[in-house]
């Protein structure tokens, strides 16, 4: 392929200082209690005088250190009043060295930064001309693999050079708030779609009004969990239902907080293992507000739950699952605005091949239709997207991973129809970006992947993981691009 692709040398390396304060219960709840047992029989100077020293040794390397371990005192409530009475009663002191024992470091991106996004900043004022801000999202992962989202912020000039701004000191966890009110059909079809529809899920709904808040069905089904009849299999019904529930949430950024010291960290029971791959879109809706959307997959080990965020300023999100019959696989694309009055997405619903899907509801999706298979000896095992969709003169840019032999990832291009992406106009018959040699060793080698470019200048941005452990990016122009696709 005669394509100019230019490498650049910007590297974006795991950084084993980027930690966070997380909750921590070593040894489950048995263990909690000798733990707090032999922390309430510390004198007032013992107690005074270790937290002095912890706060000393951590107050430096997180914002609110105490407040962190405040909230960790709240979370192992139940257990405390095994000795205490009226625990909100003890020492403001005692409470915080409970909590500290109930802390643990975590580092964010001690094993993995990739998989990137790019996308333009809300915030473009006081810019030069010819000048963008932009934001990028990264997958990082830390100890036990697990994801999330952190963001990275820079200025792109008239030759498409980024200047990355200088990341925070401080990395900081949102504020988390469950008032979501459920809409007792939809979270059952959801749940039906996960094969959890037996006669628990009966017992639960039975006892809930037609919408509910979280409050009122965890109640439910802690009531529930006392009866002592119930088998294995019916409190992992009652664990899945908690599941859906927890994984609508509301995440808030103190606003004293740059881009790049938040961290959108796995809260949910759905997403303990990992929140993987956000593929951000900024969308623009019908009536011109701006809204950016991210598709992304929760994790818990065992089973994965398509979910959707939503900001309009990367300090409030609001996370939510998706619906539908064909949402049960990774790898979901929205695209930039509506078409023809409805939203629309790509997916990977068969996990083997590219479909588009149209729907009113941007939570709900229902029907799919393919629109590619691999076809080339580079995709023949698998292929997906590589981002959103972008919008251009000449149709839908859709950039594509593909998988081939020795599990080689690379990334295509295909073009889709502007009035109605279901035709592919054009297609590569090579692929756009594969490993090099820098590139190919790694948690995963040989391995390129992206999740969302952005075309600046005549040319088309694309940031990429290199083999699942750093990140960089590459500009190719946008004409030698379309020249291959649509004359070659």
Known sequence: ???????????????????????????????????????????????????????????????????????????????????????????????????????????????????????????????????????????????????????????????????????????????????????????????????????????????????????????????ILKDKS????????????????????????????????????????????????ARFVRFIDDDGSVTYYATYTAYNGHTILPNLLETKDFYHFKIKPLYGTHVQNKGMALFPRKINGKYAMISRYDGFSNFIMFSENINVWENVKKIQDPIYPWEFIKIGNAGSPIETEKGWLLLTHSVGPMRKYTLGAILLDLEDPTKVIARLKEPLLAPNEEERDGYVPNVVYSCGSIILNDELIIPYGMSDYASTYATIPLEELFNELLYK
């Open 1 to 223: 392929m005669s394509l100019t692709v230019k490498r650049n040398t910007v590297r974006f390396y795991p950084d084993p200082k980027r930690i966070i304060a997380r909750f921590y219960l070593p040894g489950g709840e048995k263990y909690a209690a000798i733990i707090i047992k032999n922390v309430l029989k510390l004198s007032e100077e013992e107690t005074n005088n270790l937290l002095d020293q912890i706060l000393r040794d951590f107050s430096k390397r997180h914002r609110n250190i105490s407040k962190i371990f405040d909230n960790n005192f709240i979370k192992v409530l139940d257990i405390i009043k095994q000795f205490e009475d009226e625990p909100l009663s003890l020492p403001l002191k005692k409470k915080l060295l409970i909590g500290s024992y109930f802390t643990q470091e975590y580092s964010i991106e001690s094993a993995a930064f990739f998989n990137p996004s790019i996308f333009e900043d809300p915030d473009q004022s006081d810019l030069e001309e010819g000048k963008k801000r932009i934001i990028m999202s990264f997958r990082a992962t830390g100890e036990g693999h697990i994801s999330s989202i952190v963001f990275r912020s820079g200025i792109i000039d008239k030759e498409n050079n980024i200047k990355f701004d200088k990341i925070g000191n401080l990395v900081d966890v949102p504020e988390i708030v469950k008032r979501y009110v459920y809409n007792k059909k939809r979270f059952c079809k959801k749940l039906e779609e996960m094969k959890n529809n037996g006669y628990i899920l009966d017992m639960v709904m039975d006892k809930l009004k037609d919408e509910f808040i979280y409050g009122e069905l965890i109640g439910i089904v802690n009531e």
């Open 230 to 277: 119930l088998t294995i299999i019916d409190k992992e019904e009652l664990k899945r239902i908690t599941w859906v529930a927890t994984s609508h949430y509301e995440t808030i950024f103190s606003l004293d907080t740059d881009i790049s010291e938040r961290v959108i960290f796995p809260v949910s029971y759905s997403e303990t293992n990992g929140i993987e791959d």
